[in-house]
């Protein structure tokens, strides 16, 4: 009989994208391409890397457990004090931060059916109820999530943009759902991808704090920061919130080089510009691409696209692999007939689809 507690039984470990290395060594190959974690195609920045050396330096030191000027840096670009700032090792880690804090086994936490993953991960955890409300076009339906809110729900997670399906839905919804909950729920808006958004009028989230104390916006520096590698993000939220998220995190839980090569790619306006404008010119490229070979896809505000495959998309993924292309299959997501394909470089991008093009007219 297994020892783990009911709530960790049926976890599966999550599964990262299958490094290039890995799929190198296998196929005897150099040049694999990797569009499957929705990485920043542009690597790190230089002036992220020159911080890094710094902070190698000095190496054997703690850092500072704190954040502190990490903190200050963020609370005065967004417009908030620091100790609204809870900084973790990569979003991921504040998202565990929150199921920690706010849920017990008698509670529960709403999420949307195709959401990420890793909130099913950190509610189940806890040993606290999943409650999954059905998507509406494969986005997030917030009306019917709020109706989902009882007595004993907690925490509700948006994603948004969501991966994997890059849906996302409008600050006046979010709003609207915010007057709907009541205040014991936390709702948990993830805007992991929310500098790749294009969209007039999105505004900032954040904003909406001072009204709404039981909101928490969370952000990574793993996607148009382009730090995934060092595992930075924070949450944004009222005070009080932030400092039980902060009694419980780890002392050191964002590691030095991390914490430095932040706030340099922060003050790094050019970098996350570049990372943009590539990302947009990548969107057209591959949704192009994908209208050309017939192929629906899902529009997305993130920096991949799922896109709706004939037949089965596990096969295509596996066909894919052996031409050195890793994307990602997300059946996981109840998306069994998708594949999920970061933006990349030019470049990546063409050879995917070409490759893509010569797979499809090769098995029909
Ligand atoms: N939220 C969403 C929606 C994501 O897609 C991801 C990355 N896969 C994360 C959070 C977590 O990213 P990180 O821990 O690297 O900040």
Known sequence: ???????????????????????????????????????????????????????LKDGARYPDGNGYYLKNALAKQLGVCANQLTLGNGSNDVLELLARGFLGQQHNAVVSEHAFVVYQLVITAQNAHVVIVPAKQWGHDLEAMAEAVDSQTRLLFIANPNNPTGTWAPLSSVERLLQSVPPHVLVVLDEAYFEYVDEAGYGSAIELIKQYPNLVV???????????????GYAVSHPDVADILNRLRQPFNVNGLALAAAQAVLADEEYLQNSIEM????YQQLTSGFEKLGLDYIPSAGNFVAVQVPGDASELYRSLLQKGIIVRPIALYGMPNHLRVSIGLPEENERFLNTLSQLLSDGG
């Open 218 to 232: 969370t952000r990574t520096f793993s996607k148009a920061y382009g730090l995934a590698a060092l595992r930075v």
């Open 1 to 55: 009989k297994s020892l783990a507690l009911p709530g960790v039984q049926h976890l599966q470990p999550y599964q990262g994208g299958m490094p290039v290395e890995e799929l190198e060594r296998e196929l005897g190959i150099s040049d694999v391409i990797k569009l499957a974690s929705n990485e920043n195609p542009l690597g790190l920045s230089t002036k992220a890397r020159e911080a890094v050396d710094r902070v």
């Open 279 to 282: 990302n947009r010119q990548g």
